[in-house]
């Protein structure tokens, strides 16, 4: 529901899947069909993803404005609300 009432203001999700099992990854992709951006690094705990954007755990979330990472804490599906209203005005 958040994709889809933020999607048209200029909200993406690039969905990053460390899973180096692909089949399996395409397969769950496929299933569930998303509809965002959806990629398979396949490197696991090897990627640079994993170093350039410091996770430490799965699943990670990280939001890009204009370039920037955005640091300030969400919490829970109403904060994303809240930072995504302010961001995408």
Not at 28 to 41: A, R
Not at 46 to 58: E, F, G, I, M, Q
Not at 72 to 78: D, L, N, P
Request: charged share 20%; hydrophobic share 40%; net charge neutral.
């Amino acid at each position: 529901p958040i994709y889809d009432d933020f999607h048209s203001k200029g909200f993406e999700i690039y969905s990053v899947c460390l899973d180096v099992d692909k089949a399996r990854w395409a397969s769950v992709v496929k299933g569930q069909n998303l509809p965002w951006i959806n990629v398979n690094d396949g490197l696991g705990a090897a990627s640079k993803a994993v170093s350039s954007y410091n996770v430490t755990s799965l699943p990670m979330s990280v939001i890009i404005a204009d370039g920037n990472i955005i640091t300030s804490s969400i919490e829970g599906v109403a904060g994303l609300r809240k930072e995504l209203s302010r961001l995408l005005k």
